[in-house]
């Protein structure tokens, strides 16, 4: 079984778009028993739970979860635990599937039954237009460890996860304001190969005022956290190196940051982290 999982957030607007995307995926159609749609939602103040309903009515398959507004992280591992699938995909509310997504994905996954789980490529559009993405955002597959410490190259929405992955690894770090798909994508590159496939497959927009990029400043700070995360989890010297190495090079970005923002404190507290890394 499938378990399809969106964690929504006061997103009504975008979130209809959402599951008919999920309702139109061809591998759902060819095999009717064989998933399920858990919509959490995370505390919204808007009319989501009531707009649902008519989806709630209609689509066996689907199920909804109301909970306290607690952020993205405990969102996710509620439906984690809620799932009863061997197979996770995950679909934030503002993205689209492709009706294809879900059959070359787990097609895929049959072929590799090895392979824990499996990224494709994603079309992006920013505010309602179509843009390419930079080389640095380019995908790949292998033992690609270095390129996840740079910046997140795990898209949740593009994903299909066998369970056992997060049963090995553990689910989304709840410390984690953002970052969480940083966190974990790094947790999965230290021990395993990611698998990519080059055909796009979802919708991925963005540009939205509440996107929780958008919404804190310095970012780093918890991709700085998770990499402390890594480093302390008995990793080798080769991997302990590149780490360190990118610790240094966000926590300057950092430094330089508090400091021109008069934030002197913060400034130091990243410069005296960077000089403890001996690198």
């Not at 378990?3 to 995926?25: G, H, K, P």
């Not at 593009?158 to 369970?163: K, L």
């Not at 080769?238 to 966000?250: C, Y």
Request: proline share 3%.
């Amino acid at each position: 079984m499938v378990s399809a999982i969106i964690v929504t957030y006061n997103r009504q607007q975008f979130l209809a778009e959402a599951i008919d995307s999920v309702l139109a995926q061809t591998y759902f159609i060819k095999n009717p028993q064989d998933w399920e749609l858990l919509i959490i939602d995370d505390g919204s103040t808007d009319q989501t739970e009531s707009f649902l309903a008519g989806y709630l009515q209609t689509v066996p398959n689907l199920h909804y979860d109301h909970q306290t507004h607690r952020g993205v992280s405990p969102a996710r591992n509620r439906g984690l635990a809620l799932a009863r699938g061997e197979f996770i995909a995950f679909l934030d509310s503002d993205d689209l599937w492709l009706p294809s997504k879900m059959e070359v994905q787990m097609n895929y996954l049959g072929v590799f039954p090895s392979a824990p789980f499996c990224l494709a490529e994603e079309i992006w559009i920013r505010r309602g237009k179509r843009v390419n993405q930079a080389r640095k955002h380019q995908k790949s597959s292998g033992f690609i460890l270095e390129k996840t410490l740079s910046l997140c190259l795990l898209s949740l929405s593009s994903a299909v996860f066998r369970r056992q992955l997060f049963e090995d690894i553990g689910t989304f770090d709840e410390a984690l304001p953002v970052a969480e798909d940083y966190d974990l994508g790094i947790r999965i590159a230290l021990r395993y190969p990611y698998y990519y496939l080059s055909s796009p497959l979802i919708i991925k927009r963005g540009g939205h005022a509440d996107q929780l990029s958008r919404k804190y400043w310095g970012n780093d700070r918890w991709r700085v956290k998770a990499l402390w995360k890594a480093l302390n989890s008995g990793v080798d010297e080769d991997a302990a190196l590149l780490i360190k190495k990118e610790i240094k090079r966000k926590s300057t970005i950092l430094a330089n940051g508090f400091r021109k923002r008069g934030q002197i404190s913060q400034a130091e507290y990243y410069e005296e982290m960077i000089k403890s890394l001996g690198v």
